[in-house]
């Protein structure tokens, strides 16, 4: 029985097959919760008659999707990070199923609630797939991939329409929810046994509390925002809710700055670049779902009105589906956009598309032509938007958090979509016109609607505006005794300046002496006094010049004045280290004599050097987003890290000019560190390459199959341990972001097997093993 039996040539031939299945099972995810939301579209006015309710209890029937979509999209998206990314998506598809069941059984109000809220709880599945895009695809596949996932609620609601009117027209009500199962087993089946299970997990226990406040809170605001018009806006109830939204969430979020494991971590959705692309995303989300209430109107409503066009709501569907193929053949193009010029460009870009849709749409209503037009330009700058988000979201948190952080986001463009409906229902219902004896919306309504999405994409391109063009410089200052950076500490230099060598023996700056300004020394002793200047001569005001025994204790520390004159006490005669510090310079440390009568001596501050460069993929050149870059010195310590931006770029100021290594790395590659010589003078710059890092795969297997728990081993060809696993209950085995070359995997059993394996670059490589006992 052979040992292993590798299948290199096979794994490279179906590694590019495998991805587009993964691909486009979860883009399929993605359009069937959208379908699902479509698909009630053409009963809502029939509801009443069909439940035995009145107009505003059988609202509830889409109220309650709304709401516990807006519940479910964060708490799963962190459910996902903590226990599996594919396990609660599967979840999710299980209550969309149970959901769509109890819907298609129910022949009055309460049970149709119910499944509509099961329904709702599905929503979770686009932030899901895109966060297992992100751990599981090729780093060339993953912006185009994330790009056709997020449109995909676009594509669904764009083609769920004549779906949805064929089927009430041919078939009864009860069919659309038995559709929507249906759908929803074929995805959740296709995803059990094609899409593999993220490794990357966050751990820690689920924040109870947090999720329940949360829900408090968002249940508030939506359920004010979707029933105000019913209620009344200026009713004790829908402001009363309001203000209880605002009073909840707040608490909310002091909760959660406090927890130790947060449901929304707070601090990674206040970073610039998460929180603008969250707000723009509600732009958005208006935008697109004010296209979807105007439109179809347009298209039903008579001709006698003079505005309307008389057409079906199939027709009405029919017009509108293009829409979808538009976002669809848009994602490639937002990721190529994304890839050479940056998400935010793409971001920018989709705002002005959708403003001048609406633009075009407010001049062209008039025929069906004109409308169709009008909404394929909505649509392409929907999908350029809805593209680059993802992007965006991810470039700026850390792999563990990116199911929540998109969640988030998820969860924003549905806030946007129900102030959407709420403003244009207001619109619509306050601007009429009457045909015979019944009031319709007016044309001048309708364009008004359009006006305010224009003004929303508007409103889009001014917030994305503010996203910063590349991550901040992020210094940071390690722990004593240790290479890992402290968040938030900044690197100050007069707390790590050393004394120099050859004085005393000893180096270090300890003590514990008083803090006086040069306006407040005393008498007592010898005074030490000068400038601190820099290279071009002029006084460096604010620069902290400390007096340091030769033994190492701080005798004395004062603050140079704007001009950079200093004076500070000694104790008397003597040998000292005279330290200054100031921002933006390198320090200087020196040695001073201190006789019977004041010393003048002058300090000379250099300037500190900058950092910075880019990222990119070695194979294609492609910039690689969210990539850590981590600059040491000669000792190992950390000066400073930084993720790079939407371009790959990255930026680092004041640093001291000298020899450090520069580290990179990012999921999907191999890490990559480089020796640079940082100039005092300017801005060093620096290209990285990253190479895509390979995988070996496989499965152990025994006489009886599979074998699980069994211990594996990958050894290099200097016969260093690389890595080790255990294998699951299916016997599988994976080692992944390998660099090219002989490897030796040994796996544990009676006897023990080893097997060369050689690893081509990138790729995947399939290698089973099977273990064997002895014959008697």
Sequence with gaps: M????????????????????????????????????????????????????????????????????????????????????????????????????????????????????LQGLASGVIPLGISIMRDELPAERLASATALMSASLGIGGALGLPAAALIADH???????????????????????????????????????????????????????????????????????????????????????????????LRTTARRQVLVTNLASVAFGFSMFAMSLVLPQLLQLPKATGYGLGKSLLDAGLVMAPTGLVMMAMAPVSALISRTWGPKVTLMCGAVIVAAGYGLDIVLMHAVWELLVASCVIGAGIGFAYGAMPALIMGAVDPSETAAANSLNTLMRSIGTSTASAVAGVILARMTTTLGSTPLPSENGFKVVMAVGSGAAVLALFVAAFIPPRAAAGVRAAAPGTDTPVAGAPVEAA??????????????????????????????????????????????????????SLGGRQLGRTVARDDGRYAVDAPGEGTYVLVASADGRRPQAATVVVGAHPVSYDLLLGGTGGLAGVVRAADGGAPVVGAVVVVTDVRGEVLATVRTDGLGEFTLTGLVPGTVTLAVSSPKHRPLALPVEIDGTGVTRVEAALRPGAHVRGTVRGAGGPLGDARVTLLDAAGNVVATTTTGDDGAYAFSDLDGGPYTLIAAGCPPRAAGVTVAGAGVENHDIELAHPRA
Aim: hydrophobic residues 50%.
């Design 495 to 548: 707390e790590a300046v050393e004394a120099p060598t050859g004085v005393g023996g000893e180096q270090g700056v300890v003590g514990a002496a008083p803090f006086r300004t040069a306006d407040t020394l005393g008498s007592r002793g010898t005074r030490v006094q000068g400038h601190v200047r820099g290279a071009d001569g002029t006084g460096v005001g604010r620069a902290a010049v400390t007096l340091v």
């Design 171 to 265: 078939f009864d009500w009860h069919m659309l929810f038995w559709t929507s199962a249906a759908l929803g087993a074929v995805t959740g089946l296709l995803v059990l046994l094609l899409v593999p299970e993220s490794k990357v997990r966050t751990g820690g226990r689920f924040d109870l509390p947090g999720a329940l406040g949360m829900a408090a809170g968002l249940v508030c605001l939506l359920l004010a925002i979707s029933k105000g018009a019913d209620w009344g806006w200026g009713s004790r109830t829908t402001l009363g809710l309001f203000a209880a939204s605002v009073v909840v969430l707040l608490a909310w979020g002091l909760f959660e700055l406090r927890a130790a494991e947060p449901l929304v971590d």
């Design 2 to 117: 052979s040992p292993a039996h590798p299948r290199s040539d096979q794994a490279g031939e179906s590694a590019v097959p495998r991805t587009n299945v993964v691909v486009a099972v979860l883009a399929l995810g993605g359009i069937v919760v959208s379908l699902m939301q479509t698909l009630v579209i053409p009963i809502v006015p029939e509801l009443p008659h069909l439940l035995d309710a009145s107009a505003s209890d059988a609202a509830w029937a889409v109220t309650a999707t709304l709401l516990a979509a807006a519940v479910a999209t964060p708490v799963m998206g962190r459910l996902g990070d903590m226990y599996g990314k594919r396990l609660m998506l599967l979840t999710s598809l299980l209550m969309l199923v149970a959901g769509s069941v109890t819907a298609a059984l129910s022949d009055g109000l309460a049970p149709m609630i119910a499944g509509r809220a």
